[in-house]
Nanobody, 125 residues
Framework: QVQLVESGGGLVQAGGSLRLSCTASGRTFSNYAMAWFRQAPGKEREFVAV????????AYEDSVKGRFTIARDNAKNMVYLQMNSLKPEDTAGYYC??????????????????WGQGTQVTVSS
């Protein structure tokens, strides 16, 4: 059974940093595309960042480029999201997602087969 578990969320002041982690279990994820999405209250879930099976292959939503970095450790089945220079508008629940189609950088939630329960990030002004 595939399971994704996020951790690392919390409350931080604007300009601060957080690192989110996603622990994957149930199978080998080295050939999966792994992504982070976020959802604020009253808003749709939106793409944040994705990393393909090749660790050098990444894509980001425009508002987080230069501030967020996605990385993966295939040996540990872990995916990370380093978030710097956080802004109040980054406040949301952050979700880890996985798809076995790791050859493309999917940015649409419907392309992902597996989801974690989410971790809350709150950025105060």
């Amino acid at each position: 059974q595939v399971q994704l578990v996020e951790s690392g969320g919390g409350l931080v002041q604007a300009g601060g940093s957080l690192r989110l982690s996603c622990t994957a279990s149930g199978r080998t994820f080295s050939n999966y595309a792994m992504a982070w999405f976020r959802q604020a209250p009253g808003k749709e879930r939106e793409f944040v960042a994705v990393i393909g099976w090749s660790t050098g292959n990444t894509a980001y939503e425009d508002s987080v480029k230069g501030r967020f970095t996605i990385a993966r450790d295939n040996a540990k089945n872990m995916v990370y999201l380093q978030m710097n220079s956080l802004k109040p508008e980054d406040t949301a629940g952050y979700y880890c997602a996985a798809t076995p189609n790791g050859f493309r950088l999917w940015v649409t939630a419907s392309n992902y087969d597996y989801w974690g329960q989410g971790t809350q990030v709150t950025v105060s002004s």
